[in-house]
């Protein structure tokens, strides 16, 4: 491995352009998706198409933004070298949570048009036993909460890092493990929380125990996944590219593996426990799903969401080398949409239809302007921990001007054998 070096300015020029071509990406691709809203309510007379297709693309960026977040907080509990060269790209996802909150105003705005419980027919009883929870207001509120503790959680710890950086006081590294302790507890309540208010109720007379649980790892898998594909497109570069050995990729590659396998251990013990039942107010969700051109969707996550990156994950050729690894986290970032896809559209529609391609223009529109400012973020921090103490033998010896925290870190991408 070589010596870390301040000149960066391959990595930075990789950063900015970019930070352009996912502006222009981002626009173009909202553009598109406010002309297709605009056609379909032309045939439809209804704004609720273009709400769905925007509510999907909402919670896949919401998810690699609040899923970065736990990632980050994993890896100051557990201080391993998997994380080090992977620590900057989650802080600059989670720091686009202002973002996040602003995307969510349309949701919001729109409630009463997507949720069918903010005007409950009083003759359902099962709807009406709810409503002490399913109700605006609680909405309202329980979004304030939850928002505010991502916020907290997200500030603070990159607060902290970015005082690590200045100062390199070795203390700083014990209190984001203090603040993450909790925070994965806390956050993982607040996702459960969300995502039920969010998509689960979207189907008001249905719900299942593990529903939380399945999002908290759809949320951690498009966070790391995610990471994964940046760290890749500018490890190429100084001082990414020989940060840690070849070997220690096999523990990023050990996470994203645990990570698919829970999401299939959890996503089939909710159906085993849902079909063994047999109950009328849960079965139709799997029956919704199991048939028809969901159960081709269906089948398709069940090979690429999990069988392919799976077998795919057990190769050691594979996560030893992060160009093989990344195109596994593409896949699984590619299929996560399709998993929220299958999970949210059929709650209101029969089948797939040609009108879905709306949630694609919105996932490029939202993401383009996510990455845009997601690299606006990576710019404005040093590419690797200064002085972290756990990775002390790999910082660099150099005293922290304004210029060298714009710009430096040791990180980097294994040699290709």
């Known amino acids: 491995m070589s010596s870390p070096s301040t000149n960066n300015s391959a990595v930075m020029a990789v950063i900015e352009a970019g930070q352009k071509r996912a502006f222009a990406v981002g626009f173009a691709g909202l553009v598109a998706f406010l002309i297709a809203g605009f056609v379909m309510h032309s045939s439809t007379g209804s704004w609720l198409p273009l709400l769905h297709q925007y509510l999907i693309a909402f919670v896949l960026w919401t998810a690699v933004t609040v899923g970065c977040l736990g990632v980050l907080m994993i890896h100051h509990m557990t201080g391993g070298w998997w994380g080090y060269p992977l620590r900057r790209i989650f802080e600059a996802s989670a720091r686009n ?3 996040i909150a602003v995307l969510f105003l349309p949701i919001l705005f729109a409630a009463k048009l997507i949720y069918t419980w903010t005007t409950p027919d009083t003759s359902d009883s099962v709807l009406m ?3 002490w929870y399913l109700n605006l207001h609680g909405f309202i509120i329980r979004a304030i909460v939850y928002f505010a503790i991502w916020f907290f959680l997200v500030f ?3 607060g902290i890092s970015a005082k690590e950086d200045e100062t390199g006081d070795p203390t700083l590294a014990h209190k984001m493990e203090a603040t993450s302790a909790p925070g994965l507890v806390i956050g993982a309540a607040t996702i459960t929380v969300a995502m039920v208010d969010l998509v689960m109720s979207l189907q008001p007379h249905w719900f299942s125990t ?3 649980f399945l999002f908290i790892v759809i949320f951690l898998l498009a966070g790391y996944s995610f990471s994964i594909l940046t760290l890749r497109r500018l490890s190429d570069n100084e001082p990414l590219n020989n940060a840690i050995d070849p070997s220690r990729y096999l523990d990023v590659g050990n996470l994203l593996l645990a990570f698919t396998i829970l999401w299939a251990y959890l996503s089939f013990s909710q159906f085993l426990i849902i079909w063994s039942g047999n109950m009328k107010d849960e079965i139709p969700f799997y029956t919704s799903r199991a048939f028809g051109g969901w159960g081709v969707v269906g089948a398709l996550l069940l090979l690429c969401h999990f069988f392919v990156p799976f077998f795919m994950l057990l190769m050691r050729g594979i996560k030893r080398r992060l160009p093989r690894l990344a195109k596994v986290a593409l896949i699984q970032l590619t ?5 929220l896809y299958w999970l949210i559209v059929p709650a209101y529609q029969d089948g797939p239809r040609w ?3 709306g949630i694609l223009l919105a996932v490029i529109g939202l993401g383009g302007i996510w990455i845009g400012l997601f690299l606006g973020n990576l710019k404005k921090m040093p590419l690797l921990p200064l002085h972290d103490p756990r990775f002390r033998g790999r910082a660099p010896a150099i005293p922290p001007t304004s ?3 714009h710009h430096q870190g040791p990180h980097g991408k ?4």
């Open 97 to 99: 949570l202002p973002l």
């Open 335 to 339: 299929f996560t949409v399709v998993d």
């Open 129 to 131: 036993a709810k409503i």
């Open 414 to 417: 294994e040699a290709e054998t």
């Open 403 to 405: 210029d060298f925290l």
């Open 156 to 158: 603070r710890l990159t």
């Open 210 to 212: 593990i529903w939380g």
């Open 355 to 357: 009108s879905d391609f």
